[in-house]
């Protein structure tokens, strides 16, 4: 099998690509079906007020406009719900092609990129939502997209950096949660700058911080349901609980700037932070939950601890295998999901964790895998 793979055309990867994907997302639509309940009913609702009214009826739904206008476009055209997670099924196939194309040119032989991409689809916590109207379908199709650009990084040039600020706005405009690569991209570009370039990526990097601000603005200021306070003031471990337990004892600020908001409370009440920080760190990075069946939960843990094996016992030579700032993307895109979810709470169907899948396998797979680390 392994030397069939690798004596495999371009082409016909492609087409391996496509059937394979087409084989698991039948499993998973034949499991599951589609699903248009839950947070996919808003964006839905949201979609048909956008039509009546012609805008979005609350400024942090921007954040979430890409799977909204998806709505909109396929309403508009008669083809309805099916035919947005049509579309965005759709997206799903190219974001893994490229990212296949990608992961391919990465590795000396072919298979192991065959390997990787069945890893992502079979594991269907993280696949299913291509099959949904959640944002996590777009957003995960954008992510795979974002860390492909970034293997295949050559050189800084005009394309380069245009194809860059295309991808991170769509995943800002799909997921709030898309600043979080901010700081990790300017990084990565960081380490391919020279002289004077480095004067203009402080720019740059300040620029990013105030629109991470701005987003957590938006979102903690205009969501009804839920705000900076509520999150600071709640020994919320995961989301989506029926009751949410409010610590009366903790000590707020009312300043209306939501980040001074995080940095008041951690101040000043720094051993409830760590308290619930360490339970939620502990729910984002073992995937494991007391509402789910024991074999649910093997199914879960036993991957990703493999994952985490493989990176821990082999980490100088995944080190030597993957270029630097690559490395650096990776390190802190998972730092600041982490902490992000040890600020406010982890999701109760894991998606923060799910958005890194694709950065922790390839980084494991470097500690098995030869990888053309001169090519990076």
Not at 321 to 341: C, G, H, M, R, Y
Request: net charge positive; hydrophobic share 55%.
């Amino acid at each position: 099998m392994k030397n069939f793979i690798n004596k495999l055309s371009d082409k016909q990867d492609y087409y391996a690509v496509i059937m394979l994907w087409l084989v698991f997302q039948a499993i998973w639509i034949a499991v599951f079906g589609f699903d248009f309940q839950g947070e996919s009913d808003k964006y839905i609702t949201e979609a048909r007020l956008f039509i009546i009214n012609h805008g979005f009826t609350q400024q942090r739904y921007i954040f979430y406009s890409t799977t909204i206008l998806i709505i909109v476009c396929s309403n508009l055209i008669k083809m309805g719900v099916y035919g947005a997670v049509a579309i965005i099924m759709l997206i799903n196939l190219c974001s893994y092609l490229y990212f296949f194309k990608a992961i391919k040119s990465f590795y000396v032989e072919k298979y192991p990129a065959y390997l990787l991409l069945i890893f992502l689809l079979f594991f269907w916590p993280y696949q299913r939502w291509s099959i949904t109207l959640y944002t996590e379908g777009i957003f995960y199709s954008l992510v795979l997209v974002l860390f492909a650009l970034l293997i295949r990084y050559r050189d800084l040039s005009a394309r380069f950096l245009l194809a860059l600020s295309a991808v991170m706005t769509l995943l800002v405009l799909t997921r709030p949660m898309g600043v979080l690569f901010i700081v990790p991209v300017l990084m990565f570009i960081y380490f391919h700058l020279v002289g004077r370039q480095k004067v203009i990526f402080l720019i740059g990097l300040i620029v990013g911080l105030v629109l991470i601000n701005q987003v957590a603005q938006v979102v903690f200021t205009t969501t009804r349901d839920w705000s900076m306070v509520q999150a600071l003031q709640s020994d919320i471990i995961i989301a989506d609980k029926e009751v949410i337990p409010v610590n009366k004892n903790i000590v707020i600020t009312q300043n209306p700037n939501q980040l001074y908001q995080l940095v008041f409370y951690i101040t000043h009440n720094f051993s409830h932070f760590i308290m619930l920080a360490l339970k939620r760190l502990q729910a984002f990075f073992f995937l494991v939950r007391s509402y789910y069946s024991t074999a649910h939960n093997v199914f879960l843990l036993a991957p990703v601890a493999l994952v985490y094996l493989l990176i821990i016992s082999r980490v100088n030579k995944i080190k030597k295998a993957i270029n630097k700032s690559l490395l650096v993307f990776v390190v802190l895109s998972v730092v600041f999901f982490a902490v992000a979810v040890a600020l406010q709470f982890d999701d109760y169907h894991n998606r923060f964790f799910l958005t890194l899948m694709p950065c922790i396998t390839v980084l494991a797979s470097a500690a098995v895998f030869q990888i053309k680390s001169s090519e990076m």
